[in-house]
């Protein structure tokens, strides 16, 4: 199992990124996906998750309205599109594969997730 996560970047607040996640899962088209965010020195928050057919995604209330994901099961991709972005959303962003194929209603535990990416860093200038 192999997660790769790119689009990380340096940019100014306000502006826009979107992040990717190729999976070589294959699983991929059955599998909820989300995207964690850490910072140094604290733990890692899941930001958002999707299902595998897309409907019922979980968006953190700090991220909701500026953030989306969405995925591409036939190029096994999951991205997460943030908007506005602020100096507070700086972090090493983290692609990982649900244990289970039920959607979040509720922010997931990092043990919920059973395969992760190497991350990529987001670092948004004031």
């Known amino acids: 199992v192999q997660l790769q996560a790119s689009g990380g970047g340096l940019v100014q607040a306000g502006d826009s990124l979107r992040l990717s996640c190729s999976a070589s899962?294959?699983?991929?088209?059955?599998?909820?996906m989300g995207w964690f965010r850490q910072v140094p020195g604290k733990e890692r928050d899941p930001v958002a998750t999707?299902?595998?057919?897309?409907?019922?995604?979980y968006v953190a209330d700090s991220v909701k309205g500026r953030f989306t994901i969405s995925r591409d099961n036939a190029k096994n991709t999951v991205y997460l599109q943030m908007g506005s972005l602020k100096p507070d959303d700086a972090a090493v962003y983290y692609c990982a594969a649900a244990r289970s194929p039920y959607y979040f209603s509720t922010p997931p535990a990092e043990t919920d997730f059973g395969s992760w990416g190497q991350g990529t860093q987001v670092t948004v200038s004031s």
């Open positions: 999707i299902p595998w057919h897309g409907r019922y995604t």
């Open positions: 899962i294959p699983t991929f088209s059955t599998s909820t």
